[in-house]
């Protein structure tokens, strides 16, 4: 839930519209400021504005995840009384197998010793270089 009460935000509400009106005046009656102190109240009024809505939208934020936190705690509280009760099975769940199988290499009955370089006869046949 929110860190604020019903009394402080109608408060903060209130507050925003009174800025909200302030605004409207300065802009609708007159022309925008020029002097720089003048510009400086405007522009502090504004941003004032945009930090009040922010923080109304950080309220409804922490107040849904407030919410979404509570049904999380609540959910694993069953979650885990099911468990103790044994409600709930321990048992994984069955494994899937793949239908994919890796191909399978076949020997030709070529045999090769640790440390031979050469398959077969110690003296490669020189032949097939000739062609290239």
Request: charge should be negative; aromatic fraction near 4%.
């Amino acid at each position: 839930m929110s860190t604020m009460s019903q009394e402080e935000l109608a408060l903060l509400e209130k507050t925003i519209k009174l800025r909200e009106r302030m605004l409207d005046h300065i802009t609708n009656t007159e022309a925008l400021p020029t002097k720089p102190r003048e510009v400086d109240s405007v522009v502090n009024l504004i941003e004032s504005l945009d930090r009040s809505i922010f923080g109304k939208a950080k309220i409804k934020i922490d107040d849904a995840n407030s919410k979404t936190q509570e049904e999380n705690k609540e959910v694993l509280r069953s979650f885990l009384l099911g468990m103790h009760k044994g409600e709930i099975s321990r048992q994984d769940p069955p494994v899937q197998v793949s239908e994919y199988s890796p191909p399978v290499f076949e020997s030709r009955g070529t045999e090769v010793s640790e440390g031979e370089v050469y398959i077969g006869d110690d003296k490669p046949d020189m032949s097939i270089l000739k062609d290239l």
